[in-house]
T-cell receptor, first 115, second 114 residues
C-alpha cells in the first residue's frame, strides 16, 4: 500500500526566507512523486514531479524537490519566498500498476508568507 | 489554451434536491476524474472514466453518479444531496491512467447544501 505524510499542516515564513515543506512517502514499488499547489478557490496545478530520471527535480516558480530513497522523502524547497507563494501544497504518490494504480494525496500544507 | 472547465463555479442546492455538475476538457485526454475536497483536506477520488469505461471507488456513496457522453464532457450527478455533501468538487484529466501522468484540474465547483 502507498501513503503520503506531510509534516506540518501550516507553515509560515517571512518573505525572502527559505521555504521547506516536508513530505514522506511509503511505497512497496518504485514511486512517482508529485507536488501540486492549490491557490484559494482554484483547482490544483502541478509544481513538479519525480519519475526516476533525476533525484533533484526543478519545477515552476522556483520550487525544487529532492527524492531521497534512503529517507523515503520528497521535500519541497524554494530559496526565497514570495508573497505569491501563499497557497496550499499537496504531495502525492502514485505507481504504475496498470488498472490498480492509485494516486494518493497527502493532507496538505498551508504556506503563509509574512511581509 | 487547452484546459479543463467546470461549471458552475458555485452551486447552491437544497437538501435532497438533485444537482448536476459539469466538466469539459479541450485536451482530448483519455481519463477524466471527479474528486471531492472538503475544507483543509486532501482531494478524495470519487470515480474516473478511462475513455468510456467507468470506475467507481469502493467507498463512493451510491448517491453519486457520473456520465461521460463523449470525450470532452463529464457530469457528476448527486441524486439526493445531504449536508455532508457540501464540498468543492474537482474535475481532472490525464492523458493516460496514472503512473507518471500529470493531472490537469479544473477550478472546481463549490457546492453548498441548504
Amino acid at each position: 500500500a502507498q501513503s503520503v505524510t506531510q509534516l506540518g499542516s501550516h507553515v509560515s515564513v517571512s518573505e525572502g526566507a527559505l521555504v521547506l515543506l516536508r513530505c514522506n512517502y511509503s511505497s512497496s514499488v518504485p514511486p512517482y512523486l508529485f507536488w501540486y499547489v492549490q491557490y484559494p478557490n482554484q483547482g490544483l496545478q502541478l509544481l513538479l514531479k519525480y519519475t526516476s530520471a533525476a533525484t533533484l527535480v526543478k519545477g515552476i516558480n522556483g520550487f525544487e524537490a529532492e527524492f531521497k530513497k534512503s529517507e523515503t522523502s520528497f521535500h519541497l524547497t524554494k530559496p526565497s519566498a514570495h508573497m505569491s507563494d501563499a497557497a496550499e501544497y499537496f504531495c502525492a504518490v502514485s505507481s504504475w500498476r496498470g488498472s490498480a494504480s492509485k494516486i494518493i494525496f497527502g493532507s496538505g500544507t498551508r504556506l503563509s508568507i509574512r511581509p | 489554451d487547452a484546459m479543463v472547465i467546470q461549471n458552475p463555479r458555485y452551486q447552491v442546492t437544497q437538501f435532497g434536491k438533485p444537482v448536476t455538475l459539469s466538466c469539459s476538457q479541450t485536451l482530448n485526454h483519455n481519463v477524466m476524474y471527479w474528486y471531492q475536497q472538503k475544507s483543509s483536506q486532501a482531494p478524495k477520488l470519487l470515480f474516473h472514466y478511462y475513455d468510456k469505461d467507468f470506475n467507481n471507488e469502493a467507498d463512493t456513496p451510491d448517491n453519486f453518479q457520473s456520465r461521460r457522453p463523449n470525450t470532452s464532457f463529464c457530469f457528476l450527478d448527486i441524486r439526493s444531496p445531504g449536508l455532508g455533501d457540501a464540498a468543492m468538487y474537482l474535475c481532472a484529466t490525464s492523458r493516460d491512467w496514472l503512473g507518471p501522468e500529470k493531472l490537469f484540474f479544473g477550478s472546481g465547483t463549490q457546492l453548498s447544501v441548504l
